[in-house]
């Protein structure tokens, strides 16, 4: 085969991401000589505000297994970013954030829409440059990628000034194969693993919490091994959410803040992690919401860490150690320990209580007045195949879609903004994942005050024909910021829409649209949603006071303020 003639900094930009395995780009456009050049296999994805496109590729990432990337013009193209790079910093997603920069004449001096990039992004990615030089720009973009997918994942970011991409000459790099994670594995000390199977083996009440990182390494396969060996109850956090098919006889739930009250199928896996005398943590940075604020499970209790980032053992819980990648790890453990025939008297109970909650929830009586949103979760659980995909914004709806949805296989199919939690996720989450897996029927729930970070990416959705199915919970308020002003304060301030028709808005923006304010109207309209061929929005009237069994409602209410 010739070898390509690539005579700038464009091109080989180009050439190298396409060397990598890179086909969409998500952003406005730019940097412009990218654009110009950029090969044809590689899709470019226009969006309607920088950060939106930062989601779609980071939702990308998640269900392809391969690096997202994102484009942005310098300045307020570039602090857009902000926000959606914090959210895939803090859930070690890999992306790869190109941005336009100024003229290396004009730095500091003041030029329109000059910043210091790369110090702008310096906390929420694992590396980034500036790069000046064409010959080097392919070489810098090997690197990035490098970086993104090895060790624990996360964003990096690019910048370039136009010089940069429309000269020449540029020098070759020798790119072997697609980027993707984990890029290497590791392997745990063998003494670490032989000390953890002592502990497993002596303990009465083990469990296992997966993280996040479970799914970083797909080690699906390790984790349902381990957990038949030993007959051990599997709990996730809310990033490790699908780590274990959620209908196997071992899954115990999603822990933490989220699926703290006690209506929640997640109370009883947090009941039976504060009640375990073993708890093995694997892939998970012991954050405060998978926490519940570092009470489940508590302090004192013994842990046995597994994680890829050695920074995050002993972070917050004393701990035996093992650094390494899950899958490894997990494979190193069931290799050593000794089988176990039957599940304990106390797993035995885990499952009953978990059984009989299920029951309770699939016949809960919707009745013919207004619509209970765990109506949604539970139709939901009828129609998703093994391979299809929900995406959640922020607040009410992860709450209620990480406790009630129960996916029938293991894989990342859950997708919410957990790591740093902001509002609008949902909508160009669902469109970047649909992207990644366009044979999956995906799925958004979001609420009314997160679609209206985002509303136009439905007209995204449309420009591209990307068949998603958005269902907006439509209580007129924001919802948690009412309920926790109210809970706090005993009274609330502005926290109430105007009412909004968004399937009248879905149908303006070239979406189809239906309105549903009625359990059967609901029940018809999701089951409708299947085999779409255009973007449809269903917009559902939700009672104001409906909320998830959160931990922040735990407590006894403020006495109102007047």
Same mark, same amino acid.
């Given at each position: 085969?010739?070898?390509?003639?690539?005579?700038?900094?464009?091109?080989?930009?180009?050439?190298?991401?396409?060397?990598?395995?890179?086909?969409?780009?998500?952003?406005?456009?730019?940097?412009?000589?990218?654009?110009?050049?950029?090969?044809?296999?590689?899709?470019?994805?226009?969006?309607?505000?920088?950060?939106?496109?930062?989601?779609?590729?980071?939702?990308?990432?998640?269900?392809?297994?391969?690096?997202?990337?994102?484009?942005?013009?310098?300045?307020?193209?570039?602090?857009?970013?902000?926000?959606?790079?914090?959210?895939?910093?803090?859930?070690?997603?890999?992306?790869?954030?190109?941005?336009?920069?100024?003229?290396?004449?004009?730095?500091?001096?003041?030029?329109?829409?000059?910043?210091?990039?790369?110090?702008?992004?310096?906390?929420?990615?694992?590396?980034?440059?500036?790069?000046?030089?064409?010959?080097?720009?392919?070489?810098?973009?090997?690197?990035?990628?490098?970086?993104?997918?090895?060790?624990?994942?996360?964003?990096?970011?690019?910048?370039?000034?136009?010089?940069?991409?429309?000269?020449?000459?540029?020098?070759?790099?020798?790119?072997?194969?697609?980027?993707?994670?984990?890029?290497?594995?590791?392997?745990?000390?063998?003494?670490?693993?032989?000390?953890?199977?002592?502990?497993?083996?002596?303990?009465?009440?083990?469990?296992?919490?997966?993280?996040?990182?479970?799914?970083?390494?797909?080690?699906?396969? !390790? /984790? %349902? #091994?381990?957990?038949?060996?030993? &007959?051990?109850?599997?709990?996730?956090?809310?990033? =490790?959410? $699908?780590? @274990?098919?959620?209908?196997?006889?071992?899954?115990?739930?999603?822990?933490?803040?989220?699926?703290?009250?006690?209506?929640?199928?997640?109370?009883?896996?947090?009941?039976?992690?504060?009640?375990?005398?073993?708890?093995?943590?694997?892939?998970?940075?012991?954050?405060?919401?998978?926490?519940?604020?570092?009470?489940?499970?508590?302090?004192?209790?013994?842990?046995?860490?597994?994680?890829?980032?050695?920074?995050?053992?002993?972070?917050?819980?004393?701990?035996?150690?093992?650094?390494?990648?899950?899958?490894?790890?997990?494979?190193?453990?069931?290799?050593?320990?000794?089988?176990?025939?039957?599940?304990?008297?106390?797993?035995? !109970? /885990? %499952? #009953?209580?978990?059984?009989?909650? &299920?029951?309770?929830?699939?016949?809960?009586?919707? =009745?013919? $007045?207004? @619509?209970?949103?765990?109506?949604?979760?539970?139709?939901?659980?009828?129609?998703?195949?093994?391979?299809?995909?929900?995406?959640?914004?922020?607040?009410?709806?992860?709450?209620?879609?990480?406790?009630?949805?129960?996916?029938?296989?293991?894989?990342?199919?859950?997708?919410?903004?957990?790591?740093?939690?902001?509002?609008?996720?949902?909508?160009?989450?669902?469109?970047?994942?649909?992207?990644?897996?366009?044979?999956?029927?995906?799925?958004?729930?979001?609420?009314?005050?997160?679609?209206?970070?985002?509303?136009?990416?439905?007209?995204?959705?449309?420009?591209?024909?990307?068949?998603?199915?958005?269902?907006?919970?439509?209580?007129?308020?924001?919802?948690?910021?009412?309920?926790?002003?109210?809970?706090?304060?005993?009274?609330?301030?502005?926290?109430?829409?105007?009412?909004?028709?968004?399937?009248?808005?879905?149908?303006?923006?070239?979406?189809?649209?239906?309105?549903?304010?009625?359990?059967?109207?609901?029940?018809?309209?999701?089951?409708?949603?299947?085999?779409?061929?255009?973007?449809?929005?269903?917009?559902?009237?939700?009672?104001?006071?409906?909320?998830?069994?959160?931990?922040?409602?735990?407590?006894?209410?403020?006495?109102?303020?007047?």
């Amino acid at each position: 085969m010739a070898t390509k003639n690539i005579k700038t900094g464009a091109e080989a930009v180009s050439d190298a991401l396409v060397k990598l395995g890179v086909t969409h780009i998500f952003g406005m456009d730019t940097p412009e000589p990218l654009y110009v050049d950029l090969d044809p296999s590689i899709r470019p994805i226009t969006i309607h505000d920088e950060r939106a496109g930062a989601v779609m590729a980071d939702a990308f990432a998640r269900v392809s297994g391969r690096v997202g990337v994102c484009g942005a013009i310098r300045g307020p193209g570039a602090t857009n970013l902000v926000s959606g790079l914090a959210e895939a910093y803090s859930t070690s997603t890999p992306v790869l954030a190109l941005v336009n920069d100024v003229a290396t004449p004009n730095l500091d001096r003041n030029p329109i829409q000059g910043i210091d990039h790369i110090r702008l992004f310096e906390q929420m990615t694992k590396w980034g440059r500036r790069v000046d030089a064409p010959e080097r720009t392919a070489e810098y973009v090997a690197h990035a990628m490098r970086v993104a997918t090895t060790g624990r994942p996360g964003p990096v970011v690019l910048s370039f000034p136009d010089s940069a991409l429309v000269n020449g000459p540029v020098n070759p790099v020798e790119i072997l194969e697609p980027s993707t994670y984990p890029r290497v594995r590791m392997a745990a000390d063998p003494e670490s693993i032989a000390a953890a199977a002592k502990q497993i083996e002596a303990a009465e009440r083990p469990i296992v919490i997966a993280g996040g990182g479970l799914h970083l390494s797909q080690g699906y396969a !390790e /984790l %349902q #091994a381990l957990a038949e060996r030993r &007959q051990l109850p599997i709990a996730t956090t809310p990033l =490790g959410k $699908g780590a @274990i098919a959620e209908v196997h006889p071992l899954a115990a739930g999603v822990v933490g803040a989220y699926t703290a009250g006690q209506d929640a199928r997640g109370w009883i896996a947090n009941q039976a992690v504060r009640e375990a005398d073993l708890v093995v943590l694997v892939g998970t940075k012991t954050d405060s919401i998978a926490t519940n604020d570092w009470t489940i499970p508590s302090r004192g209790q013994r842990i046995i860490h597994i994680d890829i980032d050695p920074v995050e053992l002993g972070r917050t819980y004393a701990a035996l150690e093992i650094a390494a990648d899950a899958k490894l790890a997990l494979g190193q453990l069931c290799g050593t320990l000794a089988p176990r025939a039957e599940p304990s008297a106390w797993t035995s !109970e /885990l %499952q #009953a209580k978990i059984a009989a909650w &299920q029951a309770d929830f699939e016949n809960f009586e919707t =009745g013919d $007045g207004e @619509i209970d949103p765990r109506q949604i979760y539970r139709t939901l659980n009828e129609l998703l195949g093994e391979d299809d995909i929900v995406a959640t914004d922020a607040s009410y709806s992860s709450a209620w879609g990480m406790d009630l949805l129960r996916y029938k296989t293991a894989g990342r199919k859950f997708l919410a903004p957990r790591g740093f939690a902001g509002l609008g996720w949902g909508v160009p989450a669902a469109i970047g994942a649909k992207f990644a897996k366009p044979d999956s029927a995906v799925y958004c729930v979001t609420g009314d005050g997160g679609f209206g970070y985002v509303a136009m990416e439905m007209e995204t959705a449309a420009r591209y024909n990307v068949p998603i199915c958005v269902i907006v919970l439509n209580n007129g308020i924001l919802g948690f910021q009412q309920h926790y002003e109210m809970h706090r304060f005993g009274k609330t301030m502005e926290t109430t829409f105007t009412p909004v028709n968004y399937a009248d808005l879905a149908r303006t923006l070239n979406c189809d649209g239906v309105r549903v304010s009625t359990p059967a109207e609901l029940e018809t309209a999701l089951r409708k949603s299947q085999n779409l061929t255009r973007p449809l929005l269903i917009d559902v009237v939700v009672p104001p006071a409906e909320k998830p069994p959160i931990a922040t409602f735990a407590s006894a209410p403020a006495e109102a303020r007047h």
